[in-house]
């Protein structure tokens, strides 16, 4: 394996990551809408000064001769990471990450067999096809085999009683999570032919997706449909707060991948690293989160996700 394959593998386990930490400061602010806010910005500010470093900030003047949709792949960011700290500590990690993945896989297929947004078309082939039916038969053992073992380790979930018997909602916002990532790729692959620049598009991507996580947070607040926040105390882990870190570094890693090794070959090898590193850290109760075991059956679960993804990308 070379240093750009283990990149990709690397930049894939930070979304991992990244999901871990915010729970961590969704607890510390009492809101989860709070603690998608303070890591976006957190990721608007990083890339904005690696952005000035690399002289990309002048691109963004561009930004007005950009059609308005092209900004739209900035509301993924926030669907994505609220919902990953909604789903992580009722499913774990493992199922959480499978089911980002699955919606990942089967758009990036729709994305790719019918042309949308820009995305060049590709006929719908038997791989293709295979490789989807693993996914989703990989994605059902993972909730199923994930339910069994919180009962045969006689482990309460950590949050809410729902976390064994999993209600579909919880299930489907993962899958509409995961299935805005390709959206919000091919949308940037859209800006950057306007910005021209990579981490100009990053930046503007992210500005967006703070902006908007700060509306809604005001909206929320003012309605008393979500916790009022505070400022996390020293009792947070220091790691806390490398949501924002996570979600900077795996953007700029994939602009700066995709050229490099492409598309389907960075998209496969993330994805394979969100999950590898999502049934490490269910096996060993990493980063605080509830310990479910790697039973044989959502190991088998998971390697069926991890095949059928590598199938649908590099056929």
């Known amino acids: 394996m070379n240093i750009l394959s283990a990149t990709a593998l690397f930049v894939g386990g930070l979304l ?10 969704t607890r510390a602010v009492g809101s989860p809408y709070g603690a998608a806010t303070l890591q976006l910005w957190v990721a608007a500010g990083l890339l904005g000064l690696l952005a000035a470093l690399v002289g990309g900030l002048p691109a963004l003047t561009r930004v007005a001769d950009v059609p308005w949709w092209f900004l739209l792949g900035g509301l993924a960011s926030p669907l994505y990471i609220t919902s990953g700290i909604l789903l992580f500590s009722r ?64 482990r ?81 882990p220091w790691w806390g707060w490398l949501g924002g870190l996570c979600a900077a570094t795996y953007v700029t890693g994939t602009f700066l991948l995709i050229p490099a090794i492409g ?19 269910d096996a060993g109760g990493l980063f605080r989160l509830p310990r479910r075991p790697l039973t044989r059956v959502r190991a088998g679960g998971l390697a069926l996700l991890v095949a059928g993804s590598l199938v649908v990308q590099l056929t």
């Open 156 to 236: 309460a979930p950590s949050a809410p009683p729902g976390a064994v018997a999993v209600a579909p909602g919880w299930l489907v916002l993962g899958v509409v999570a995961g299935a805005a990532l390709p959206v919000q790729g091919a949308l940037n692959a859209q800006l950057r032919t306007v910005l021209q620049q990579p981490i100009a598009v990053a930046l503007a991507s992210f500005l967006v997706a703070a902006l908007t996580i700060s509306v809604l947070l005001v909206v929320l607040l003012a309605l008393r449909r979500t916790d009022p926040v505070r400022w996390p105390s020293r009792a947070m």
């Open 16 to 25: 991992t990551v990244q999901a871990a930490a915010n729970l961590q400061l």
């Open 91 to 154: 499913v774990g990690a493992l199922a959480a990450g499978g089911l980002f993945v699955t919606g990942q896989v089967l758009t990036s297929a729709a994305l790719d067999t019918f042309g949308l947004l820009g995305v060049p078309r590709h006929p719908l082939d038997a791989g293709v096809i295979t490789g989807s039916l693993a996914v989703l038969a990989g994605i059902t053992v993972i909730v199923k085999g994930g339910q069994r073992a919180m009962v045969f380790a006689g």
């Open 263 to 281: 598309a389907a070959v960075t998209v496969a090898l993330t994805v394979t690293g969100q999950q590898l590193a999502s049934a490490a850290v």
